[in-house]
């Protein structure tokens, strides 16, 4: 009984720690060269864009089934590129994911960004930007992947680690939201982690 109260009290750190996605910096690439963004997760596989030798803050948002290869973005493509030239930083233990996301979703175009326990802007297509506060996402009872986050005093945000689509680009996400502004209106879209 005592192990089973240990693991309960460790486990949001250890969620958090392998929770994707995360930012990463580009290391071990000489100043002279590029870390090549494959189409697959292979060496041999066709390079689809490169990232420059001192490449910081690049977001993984998947990892292949055998943990050496991570899906991230590159202008307007995404690929895959070896884990193994990729630092990973620091995880904020007071924050689930990262500390600042951008969301966004089309028809209608929309954007919330978002700084934990601190603040949030919504802007919405034909609507007045509005700055509101926002709490810390909070973990989903009995779920290791699902967050929610309270925005100004009515708002509600329920962020999800998976992979996510904008539906125009060939960009991949490793977040999916659903906001609930405080007029009522629900808008759905993906989420990125921008460095603080």
Known sequence: MRIWVILMALWPGVVWAVTLPQLHDVTGVAS???????????????????????????????????????LVNSGEVSGWVSLRYLAPHAENPDVPIG????CSGTEPF??????????????????????????????????????SLTVGLSGVAVVRAQQCSDGM???????DVDYLHQDGALYSGCCTLVAH
Request: hydrophobic share 40%; glycine share 8%.
């Open 99 to 102: 500390q600042t996301l951008s």
């Open 32 to 70: 002279n060269d590029v870390l090549n963004v494959r189409q697959q997760a292979a060496a041999s596989s066709d390079k689809v864009a490169e990232l420059a030798h001192d490449a910081t803050n690049v977001e993984v948002v998947d990892r292949s089934p055998d943990g050496k290869w991570g």
């Open 110 to 147: 929309w954007s919330l960004e978002i700084e934990q326990g601190n603040q949030a802007r919504f802007d919405g297509l034909g609507l007045q930007a509005v700055s509101m506060t926002a709490d810390v996402l909070q973990q989903a009872r009995g779920r290791i992947d699902r967050f």
């Open 169 to 175: 680009s060939d960009r991949a996400y490793g977040l």
